[in-house]
């Protein structure tokens, strides 16, 4: 069955730190990336997005995530955090072959400290 | 646009009482889709509408739990009856064709 994982279940940083959250799917086929965010008592918001082409993403808010096919991976990046980006995030895949299910991972967890 | 309604935001009941949750997706958005979310099990896809017919529910977790969408515009999840087991955050999602899916804030349920 298809499943996405989400290796840091919980991440603590300092104000100015550089971010790097990892996704990997274990789909073979073509996909569709999503990072979601989930700030503190709030819904899902999107952050990015893949589909095709430049597989480096720019997303809001300063962050972006890259699409390596060879690892199967979408990892969420960020080169400098602020305290409003606690929050807990979401990688998310789609099977590109008409499939409307998305599959979340588990979810990180980052608290960013003043 | 208003985004995805959801209402109760929170709802408070008893064992064997039944919970109707409701949800209006974003108006023109095909897609209708109606998650879990707890500590255990992270964010769990119950079951979603296409034009509203229901295409995959095998996420329903058993009989007690049902979803209907009745028009274009409104959804309901039912639980009959509830368990505390059922506690957990409620969400809905629409999205455009296959697209981005977009949430609700979520109904928090507290089954007691």
């Known amino acids: 069955a298809q499943s996405v994982s989400q290796h840091n279940h919980h991440v603590i940083l300092s104000e100015a730190a550089s971010l790097e959250l990892g996704c990997n799917y274990s789909?073979?086929?073509?996909?569709?990336l999503f990072w979601y965010v989930q700030y503190p008592g709030q819904h899902l918001q999107l952050l990015l997005k893949?589909?095709?082409?430049?597989?480096l993403v720019k997303g809001i808010k300063g962050f972006e995530a890259e699409f390596i096919k060879s690892k199967f991976s979408f990892n969420l990046r960020k080169p400098s955090v602020q305290w409003s980006d606690t929050a807990e995030y979401f990688c998310?895949?789609?099977?590109?072959?008409?499939?409307?299910?998305?599959?979340f991972g588990t979810g990180t967890r980052l608290q960013v400290f003043p | 646009d208003a985004g995805v309604i959801q209402s109760p935001r929170h709802e408070v009941t008893e064992m064997g009482q039944e919970v109707t949750l409701r949800c209006k997706p974003i108006s023109g958005h095909d897609y209708l889709f109606w998650y879990r979310q707890t500590m255990m099990r992270g964010l769990e896809l119950l079951i979603y509408f296409n034009n509203n017919v229901p295409i995959d529910d095998s996420g329903m977790p058993e009989d007690r739990f049902s979803a209907k969408m009745p028009n274009a515009s409104f959804s309901t999840l039912k639980i009959q009856p509830s368990e505390p087991r059922d506690s957990a955050v409620y969400f809905c999602?629409?999205?455009?064709?296959?697209?981005?899916?977009?949430f609700g804030p979520g109904t928090r349920l507290t089954v007691l």
């Open positions: 999602a629409s999205s455009p064709s296959t697209d981005t899916q977009y």
């Open positions: 998310a895949v789609k099977r590109g072959d008409n499939t409307d299910k998305l599959i």
């Open positions: 789909y073979g086929g073509t996909v569709n």
């Open positions: 893949y589909f095709s082409g430049d597989p």
